[in-house]
């Protein structure tokens, strides 16, 4: 048995341009993408899309799906909830289109697998663990006063999201453990942040040392590292020591813009968080030291990256209740570069991220059947993303989630 898409335009992200095909799904995959007619078999499953936008199901570079709190240290929080909370945003985030997700912090194999299986239905999961961070770095969300072991007497969404980890011989422990479990690469908080109250934006984090060995350890491994950084001194580092994607990089500069092309690194900017925070943070006991902290990560990475022609991807960073602006991301892009732009950062640039190009993020022969079917063209109207009502069908491995057609 066979789906057949028909009388679409098909978003090439190839060319950024539509064109008038016929999709073909057998099982999981996209086995004919034609301009020709295609006869149906009497149990083939047929979908007409007449005046309809098809694009390849989107992709999330940067979530915590396990971030059950908008504050990270919230101690007192059970497993069980924070798990429950995940498969809330797994689920949610595949119903706005999201067919794949990047989470940089908090989710696991069993997460991973729960989805896979068809046990939960969500957004298909890469991982990297737990994220690794210096004593009092980002990833540290001990109170000053206290002096144990991380995470022995707390149980939180930060617990979740990131590790302790000092020196080289506990940094490729640390490496060594989250690739034994799965991980499809590494992420280290490389500066400081604004969720973490303990430190400054612009601080640096991880000596040259471990960040060498953190990289040692990813190549030997065949992937690649993820950084959590801000300031162009900070994103510099990172670049010096291998990393291959810069996550926010809110404070790039020209110099490290052209640093970044050289090296052929990837930004996954995360404008909506830093938004979503300034405006609903208190709501949600968001710390005021944090809050404070927004406006000076409020920078042009985006426009100085596009002038320099770095590639750049799509990501969200929300937390707790605030995963329901996830598609906010395009609204506030839109105002900063095209529609189309976005969108390929959202699909065809994001596989690259995921080493997944060709499987996922487009729609050709042999990809993934990961499509989305959309009342309106998301590339003169971003709305069309942003309004989940025009998103009227949502297909992942030629599985159909969502159908209003």
């Known amino acids: ?234 994103i510099q580092i990172c670049l010096q020591h291998g990393v291959r994607t810069i996550e926010h990089g809110n404070l790039l500069d020209e110099e490290t813009a052209t640093m970044m092309k050289e090296k052929e690194a990837y930004l996954i900017p995360t404008v909506i968080t830093y938004d979503a925070l300034a405006r609903r943070g208190a709501e949600y006991q968001f710390p005021a030291v944090s809050i404070n902290k927004i406006a000076s990560v409020r920078g042009q990475a985006v426009r100085i990256a596009r002038r320099h022609g770095v590639k750049i991807g799509f990501g969200t960073d929300l937390l707790g209740p605030l995963w329901e602006e996830q598609s906010n991301e395009f609204t506030l892009r839109s105002g900063i570069e095209k529609p189309i732009d976005t969108i390929i950062s959202a699909t065809k640039i994001n596989a690259e991220v995921l080493n997944q190009s060709g499987n996922i993020g487009e729609i050709s022969e042999q990809a993934y059947a990961d499509i989305l079917i959309l009342g309106k063209d998301p590339v003169r109207d971003i709305t069309a993303i942003t309004d989940s009502s025009n998103i009227q069908l949502v297909m992942k491995a030629g599985t159909v989630y969502k159908n209003t057609l």
């Open 1 to 234: 048995m066979r789906t057949i898409v028909k009388n679409g335009h098909v978003l090439n992200v190839h060319t950024s341009q539509y064109e008038e095909k016929t999709i073909v799904i057998t099982g999981d995959r996209i086995t004919g993408l034609t301009e020709a007619p295609v006869a149906a078999d009497k149990d083939d499953i047929v979908i007409d899309a007449t005046g309809k936008f098809i694009l390849p199901g989107l992709i999330d570079a940067h979530v915590h799906v396990t971030s059950a709190t908008v504050d990270l240290a919230m101690p007192q929080l059970p497993i069980t909830y924070i798990t429950c909370c995940a498969v809330k945003n797994l689920k949610e985030a595949l119903l706005r289109g999201y067919t794949t997700m990047r989470d940089v912090g908090g989710a696991d194999f069993g997460l991973a697998m729960a989805v896979a299986s068809g046990v939960i239905p969500g957004s298909r999961l890469f991982f990297c663990g737990r994220a690794l961070s210096q004593t009092g770095g980002h990833g540290d969300f001990r109170a000053k006063t206290y002096d144990g072991e991380y995470g022995a007497a707390m149980q939180s969404s930060a617990t979740s999201i990131g590790q302790i980890a000092d020196g080289i011989t506990e940094v490729r422990r640390a490496c060594r453990t989250e690739l034994r479990k799965g991980a499809s690469f590494i992420k280290i908080m490389a500066a400081g942040g604004v969720a973490s109250p303990g430190d400054n934006v612009t601080d640096t984090q991880y000596s040259s040392e471990e960040l060498a060995a953190i990289d040692e350890e990813a190549k030997a491994k065949s992937t690649y590292v993820a950084a959590h950084v801000y300031s162009a001194k900070a």
